[in-house]
């Protein structure tokens, strides 16, 4: 059975750190790209970043370029997302997910992670 | 970036209720078109992706289609368990630009 399990959520000061991870099981992990997604409370979806398969190539959104970094470890079948300069505006559920066909580019998320809830506050 | 939108915002029905949700996308992405399923609580659930096609396990009262620039997804007779908010999201880029979500209601 396919797992993805964040942790590393909780609450930071503006213009704090965190870093969150993604421990993947239940299927070659190497071979997929993988995403971070969040959601605001009570708002919709947002696509913060990709990382293709090798970790060779990487996209960010616009609204977290220069600030977030994410990067993966295939020996240790995780996920990784560096959050640095946190507003207020980054608190959301932040979701790891898996491109749906290896190696296919752009593609769509067919499993998800249960989140981890980033909450900036002073 | 591709802009996606879809309407209507909220949906009041009732069980049994042919349903359509609409996707708008401000440029052509061909068919490269998701739908996800999300309850309160929970993380997506990809329903349809390519535009129309299930995705292994999703009942088959669900389905898709559009190309180009606009897209529906159609639950054929409501039930129970469909109560949820429901998201397109285009991958013909990286980005891959979610809509706002429809969020269909018990009337």
């Known amino acids: 059975e396919v797992q993805l399990v964040e942790s590393g959520g909780g609450l930071v000061q503006p213009g704090g750190s965190l870093r969150l991870s993604c421990a993947a099981s239940?299927?070659?992990?190497?071979?997929?790209?993988m995403n971070w997604v969040r959601q605001a409370p009570g708002k919709g979806l947002e696509w913060v970043s990709f990382i293709s398969s090798s970790g060779s190539t990487i996209y960010n959104a616009d609204s977290v370029k220069g600030r977030f970094t994410i990067s993966r470890d295939n020996a240790k079948n995780s996920l990784y997302l560096q959050m640095n300069s946190l507003r207020a505006e980054d608190t959301a559920v932040y979701y790891c997910a898996r491109d749906m066909a290896p190696g296919s580019g752009s593609d769509c998320f067919d499993q998800w992670g249960q989140g981890t809830l980033v909450t900036v506050s002073s | 970036d591709i802009q996606m939108t879809q309407s209507p915002s909220t949906l009041s029905a009732s069980l049994g209720d042919r349903v359509t949700i609409t996707c708008r996308a401000s440029q052509s992405i061909s068919s490269w078109l998701a739908w996800y399923q999300q309850k309160p609580g929970k993380a997506p659930k990809l329903l349809i992706y390519?535009?129309?096609s299930l995705e292994s396990g999703v009942p088959s009262r669900f389905s898709g289609s559009g190309s180009g620039t606009e897209f529906t997804l159609t639950i054929s007779s409501l039930q129970p368990d469909d109560f949820a908010t429901y998201y397109c999201?285009?991958?013909?880029?990286?980005?891959?630009?979610f809509g706002q979500g429809t969020k269909v209601e018990i009337k």
């Open positions: 390519k535009a129309s």
């Open positions: 239940g299927f070659t992990f190497s071979s997929y790209e």
């Open positions: 999201q285009q991958y013909n880029s990286y980005s891959g630009t």
